[in-house]
Structure formats: C-alpha cells, structure tokens
C-alpha cells in the first residue's frame, strides 16, 4: 500500500514537471515566434522606406522645355508659394494663364532651387529680384535642372506692371522672342513711369497677396554700385496650396 502511495506520488510529480516544462516550452516558443515576427516586420519596413523614391526627371533644354512643364503643370497644379527671409515672408499668387512660367516656378520651389539663394538685387522705388547668388552650389542646382533652357514668352494676357507683380528676368543680351531666364524672378514695386520698358517685354506670372512691406524693406538695404545687397537676403521658399 505505501509501495502504491509512493509510485502514485512519484507519478503525480511527474507529470507535473513534464506540464510545468510543456507549459514553459509553449510559452517560449510563442515570446520567440513574437520574436521572430517583430523582426521581420521591422525588416519589412525597412524594405519599404528603402524602396520608397522620388521622382527622376529629365534635363530641362530648349526642345523639351514646353512638353515637359505642360505635363509637370497638369500634375502639380498649385498656385500659392511662400517666401521666407530674414527679413520676413513673402506671399505670392502665380497666375493659371501663364502655365508655363507657373509650372517652371513650382518645379523649382519644388526642387528646393530657391533655399539659399539671394534677393541679389535690389533697387529702392522699382525691384527686388531673387534666384541667384554667389555659393557655389547655385551653378550646381542650374545644371542638375538645366542650365541653358529659356521659357517661352507668355504676353497673351495683356498684363502691365503695378505695385506686387511678379515676373520672370531676362538674360541681358538680344532676345527678340523675350523668352525668360527661369531661375530668376523680380516684384516690381516702381511707379507707373517706370514701367515703360518692362510692359510687353517681361512675362508676368504673378502677385504678392501679403508681405509687401518685407519687399519694401529688402528693396531699402544698403547695396553696392550694381544693387547687390551688402547684406545677402537669403531665401527659402515652399508651396502651400
């Protein structure tokens, strides 16, 4: 009777330990299976991010230009652009009817062409311009974008110069289609009178919808003999709507 009452015991104690050790077993292989799916998820992620890529686009030249920003602007189709100094910000409203000048604006605000450029000149009762500088990494952006491309002229519209518009630089030199300088920009803020030779000659895309008092303050800094700042104005600008 005490040989059966020790065996059953024996027996008892058993099969607890072999359930205790089960148990554990289970509980292990399911910490380690959590294990094992964290770190693929964690790898799956990271696959993911790494795959995840901006999109490539082509050179911009003269035999492209047209076709590319055509369909760039159908894509990209905002018309609100901030510009930050450190002077204050900078409003702007590009204008629909010039689609390609509003297009090659956003692909360059974009781009983050403008970040670090200057308001390079300035010139009291009559401009500030902006979209170049003296870094190095200026030429750099021109030639990862395109260097020697120029936007056809956009005149249709009949706009004239007034206090706050925004419209595209042209290269000093003969240029009788009046095709613009894409990386430069100026906002005229000149009288009436000085108007006379930029109407139908410089394509307008654009306004300032607040933020005129920062122009008229960059446009007052002291600048040297050919209306560079001796102070650089520096730019950021992003698209908001």
């Known amino acids: 009777m005490k040989f059966r009452f ?12 072999c359930e205790d050790k089960k148990k554990a077993a289970v509980e292990t292989n399911s910490d380690s299976k959590e294990s094992v799916k ?5 790898k799956t992620q990271e696959v993911a991010k790494d795959t995840v890529t901006t999109p490539s686009y ?5 035999e492209n230009v047209v076709e590319f920003l055509t369909e760039y602007g159908e894509d990209n189709p905002e018309t609100k652009v901030l510009v930050s100094t450190q002077h204050g910000d900078i409003y702007i409203e590009l204008y629909k009817d010039t689609p390609l000048h509003r297009a090659n604006f956003i692909y360059l605000v974009k781009q983050k062409y403008f970040d670090g450029n200057f308001f390079h000149r300035v010139v009291p009762n009559f401009i500030i ?7 190095v990494n200026t030429p ?6 395109g260097k020697k491309y120029l ?3 956009e005149l249709e519209n009949g706009r004239i110069h007034k ?14 289609d009046k095709r613009t300088a894409p990386f430069e920009f100026f906002i005229f803020l000149g009288p009436k009178s000085s108007t006379g030779h930029l109407n139908g000659n410089y394509t307008i895309f654009g306004r ?11 446009a007052n800094l002291e600048a040297d003999s050919g209306d560079w700042p001796l102070q650089n104005v520096y730019i950021t600008a992003e698209v908001i709507e």
């Open 6 to 17: 020790v065996l059953f015991c024996c027996v008892v104690i058993t099969l607890g330990s």
């Open 38 to 42: 964290d770190t693929v998820d964690t």
């Open 58 to 62: 082509p050179l911009i030249t003269n």
């Open 129 to 135: 311009q902006g979209g170049n500088s003296d870094n």
């Open 140 to 145: 750099r952006k021109r030639n990862k974008i």
């Open 151 to 153: 936007l056809p002229a």
């Open 163 to 176: 206090y706050g518009t925004v419209s595209g630089a042209k290269e000093y030199r003969e240029n009788p």
């Open 208 to 218: 300032v919808t607040q933020g005129m008092d920062i122009v008229e303050k960059i």
